[in-house]
């Protein structure tokens, strides 16, 4: 069974920073691509960043260029979502997903996607 469990939100400051992790389990994980969506409140859920199984290839909305950087660690199952300069706006339930990708193919699309987590929220005052 795969599992997908996301860390690191909290309530944080406007120009704060915080890591998200999302550790994989029941999955290959060096073969899948990682992806980090996020649903504000009234909003639909919307992609954030995606990273290929060998980490060699990296996506972000552009809402999120220069302030988020997505990696993993193929060695802990894990994929990171750093987040700096953070804005209320930024303030969401962040949720990581998986697909088996042994080309490196990646989406911004949800439906792409065959496991997601449960999600960590994400809170930014002002």
């Known amino acids: 069974q795969v599992q997908l469990v996301e860390s690191g939100g909290e309530v944080v400051q406007a120009g704060g920073s915080l890591r998200l992790s999302c550790a994989a389990s029941?999955?290959?994980?060096?073969?899948?691509?990682m992806g980090w969506f996020r649903q504000a409140p009234g909003k639909a859920r919307e992609f954030v960043s995606a990273?290929?199984?060998?980490?060699?290839?990296?996506y972000y909305a552009d809402s999120v260029k220069g302030r988020f950087t997505i990696s993993r660690d193929n060695a802990k199952n894990t994929v990171y979502l750093q987040i700096n300069s953070l804005k209320p706006e930024d303030t969401a339930v962040y949720t990581c997903?998986?697909?088996?990708?042994?080309?490196?193919?990646?989406?911004?699309?949800?439906?792409?996607?065959?496991?997601w987590g449960q999600g960590t929220q994400v809170a930014v005052s002002s």
């Open positions: 997903a998986a697909r088996s990708s042994v080309y490196g193919g990646y989406s911004n699309e949800e439906s792409w996607y065959r496991h």
């Open positions: 990273i290929t199984s060998n980490g060699g290839r990296t």
């Open positions: 029941g999955l290959t994980f060096t073969t899948s691509t």
